[in-house]
């Protein structure tokens, strides 16, 4: 088994990892998760979270107790950096009391000077440009479906976001195709569909899209996000009539590979950018997709630990 050494770095982005690293992180996630491998580490891990969080929050906690380590909540409500605090002294004052701290928060720019100033590993757990954990799961999850990434074809429908922009990056790396269809003013950020296409394996393509029907015929996999992000809320019904014709439903999923499984990153709004039945339907993996985010971070955070 192939052990990444990446003891002591920032995964700030998937495009801080090679393609190699990143495949051998998912070997060890898998290996975490069938018991094959058994770190420990008695280590403290810090959550600065800005935004809300279910799944990110409470699989990183899991996966950090599961390591032997324990869990401090930074909620900015109840600390100095919710008064206005600078990250540069946050920072340097954190490094001083963890091991490792993951944070969500809007600007990447934030993130990265978190990093520059603290010498423990610093893990984005979503940013507004990027959510790199998310995606991590995501290709254990269609890597234990199809016992391969390389050549499989996703289709990415809805809003060009964070999480696309994630899914963009992985899927260059695993040598995945990967088609992102989105209404013509949503598309991805330019210059993250430059970034994927430097990163892309031999072979691999990747298409931008504004046809749900032509982007999702043949794929294996059908991925979904809601149409309004964290902070965006307030967009939200407008968008509906905007994006309806990219929600994720039987149809739609009638058109990619029979074998085709559907992912959404969650929450979800059913009805919306994903159909009930297909939400609960035998093609889901949302589920599975779901608890992957624990094994993939706990592989993460004991690699950046050096526990394995």
């Known amino acids: 088994m192939g052990i990444p050494n990446l003891k002591g770095r920032d995964l700030l982005s998937l495009a801080d990892l090679t393609p190699t690293e990143m495949t051998d992180l998912l070997t060890v996630a898998q290996a975490l998760k069938q018991g094959e491998l058994r770190p420990t580490c008695a280590s403290v891990l810090g959550l600065l979270f800005y935004k809300a969080s279910t799944r990110t929050r409470v699989s990183f906690s899991v996966a950090m107790y599961q390591l032997g380590g324990q869990v401090i909540d930074l909620n900015p409500k109840v600390t100095q950096v919710g008064r206005g605090e600078p990250i540069i002294d ?3 004052v954190l490094d001083r009391y963890l091991d490792i701290l993951a944070i969500r928060t809007f600007a990447q720019a934030d993130l990265e000077t978190f990093a520059n100033y603290a010498e423990i590993p610093v893990i984005n757990a979503l940013t507004d440009l990027e959510h ?4 991590l799961a995501d290709l254990l999850t269609i890597q234990e479906e199809f016992d391969t990434l390389q050549g499989l074809t996703l289709t990415y429908l809805g809003d060009g976001n964070n999480v696309a922009h994630s899914l963009l990056l992985g899927c260059a790396m695993a040598g995945m195709h990967i088609n992102v269809a989105t209404p ?6 330019p210059a993250v569909v430059q970034q994927a296409q430097s990163l892309a394996l031999p072979g691999t393509k990747i298409q931008i899209l504004t046809d749900a029907e032509a982007a999702v015929a043949g794929a294996h996999v059908l991925y979904t996000d809601v149409w309004a992000s964290m902070g965006q809320e307030d967009l939200a019904a ?3 009539p905007i994006f309806a014709p990219y929600q994720i439903n039987e149809a739609l999923m009638a058109q990619a590979d029979p074998g085709a499984i559907a992912l959404h990153c969650l929450p979800a709004h059913r009805g919306e950018e994903i159909s009930e039945g297909v939400m609960e339907g035998p093609q889901s993996r949302i589920w599975d997709q779901a608890e992957n985010r624990m094994h993939a971070q706990k592989a993460l955070m004991a690699c950046l630990l050096g526990a394995v």
Request: aromatic letters at 6%; a neutral charge.
């Open 90 to 92: 946050t920072a340097r």
């Open 238 to 240: 407008a968008r509906i």
């Open 184 to 189: 013509a003013d949503y598309a991805p950020d």
């Open 132 to 135: 790199p954990c998310q995606i």
